[in-house]
């Protein structure tokens, strides 16, 4: 569980959150990981929607850059 | 101490992961200090995550002219992903973006954005904008957004924005600080007016803890003018923050400081 709070923090936590109960660690797991899950979607949809929104003739600039 | 409390810590730690602060009760027995490097840790990795598509994002910003790239901002662009593609612009890019936006999405991008990670941004944008801005996030009690960015506005856009607020505002602020070392120099620009607010405040919104930390926090000087207001401002507060004290919700350093 702990590998799992490390894993998304890129890091060891600190140790008073390294010493937290399993369920707690996994607890907190859990919330970076929908945090991080929920910024992906919105990423998804944002280059989407940017894609739609340049004006036309910017639009194979911005598809070029953003790699859509 | 203001802003180093556990609870504080727990609001912007919830505020970061978008659930409510009783969700993280759980980290209750956690120092503010350990709180705040986990928080930090966040904060990098879920940037660091998507660093490649906020690169893309800033780059694109910079490739068509501005006013383009703040419409488009403005209008798909959702403030979290603003707010993390805004670290990676240049200061001066950054303050014509922020020109051409309205207040309210400029809220909404303060309100996602760690100034902590682009202090650079924050710093040149004008104080006009930023007490517009203030104001825009004190009426949607944004309290734990505005604590961190006091850290890293100018001095110009600090007194802009103190004198746009209200003393429960600014009480409810101080609570929140991440840093502290700007307390003085906030105390400095507060009216008396303002100050009657913070005891009044402090009083009908039961914000005993929030008084509590903050006179603790105060060098003497501001201190005393706290107890000065105290004494001019009638029978109800001053009763308020004896019974507050009674009650053991006004710690004794506090009320000693103000009830001289």
């Known amino acids: 569980v702990s590998d799992r709070l490390s894993e ?21 797991a859990q919330l970076v990981g929908a945090a991080r899950a929920q910024q992906g979607r919105d990423l998804d949809m944002a280059f989407a929607a940017v894609i739609k929104t340049v004006p036309l003739p910017l639009r194979p600039i911005a598809r070029r850059i953003l790699g859509a | 101490m203001v802003g ?13 992961l978008g659930v409510p602060a009783e969700q993280l009760a759980c980290l209750d027995p956690i120092s503010p200090e350990q709180l705040r490097e986990l928080r930090a840790q966040i904060g990098d990795a879920l940037f660091e995550a998507e660093r490649h598509r906020f690169t893309r994002m800033a780059l694109l910003s910079k490739a068509v002219p501005v006013a383009v790239a703040a419409k488009v901002s403005e209008a798909v662009l959702p403030p979290l992903l603003a707010a993390r593609t805004a670290e990676l612009f240049d200061p001066h890019r950054a303050v014509e973006m922020v020109a051409r936006m309205s207040d309210a999405y400029l809220a909404n991008v303060a309100a996602a954005m760690d100034p902590s990670r682009s202090p650079e941004v924050v710093v040149a944008i004008p104080p006009e904008r930023v007490a517009l801005v203030g104001r825009e996030l004190a009426r949607r009690r944004e309290w734990v957004v505005m604590g961190a960015f006091v850290s890293f506005v100018s001095p110009a856009a600090l007194r802009a924005a103190v004198q746009v607020l209200t003393g429960e505002q600014l009480l409810r602020i101080s609570f929140v600080l991440d840093d502290t070392n700007r307390l003085a120099e906030i105390s400095e620009l507060l009216s008396d007016r303002q100050v009657d607010q913070i005891l009044q405040a402090a009083m009908r919104h039961e914000l005993w803890r929030e008084l509590d930390e903050l006179v ?20 109800e507060v001053c009763s308020a923050v004896t019974a507050a004290h009674a009650a053991g919700r006004l710690g004794d350093v506090a009320y000693g400081r103000l009830a001289r």
Do not use: F, M, N, Y
């Open chain 2, 4 to 16: 180093s409390s556990v609870a504080s810590e727990i609001e912007k730690l919830a505020h970061q």
């Open chain 1, 8 to 28: 998304l923090l890129g890091t060891e936590p600190p140790a008073e959150i390294a010493a937290l109960p399993d369920r707690t660690r996994a607890q907190l």
């Open chain 2, 216 to 235: 603790g926090e105060l060098g003497d000087k501001h201190a005393d003018r706290l107890a000065e207001r105290l004494d001019v401002a009638g029978a």
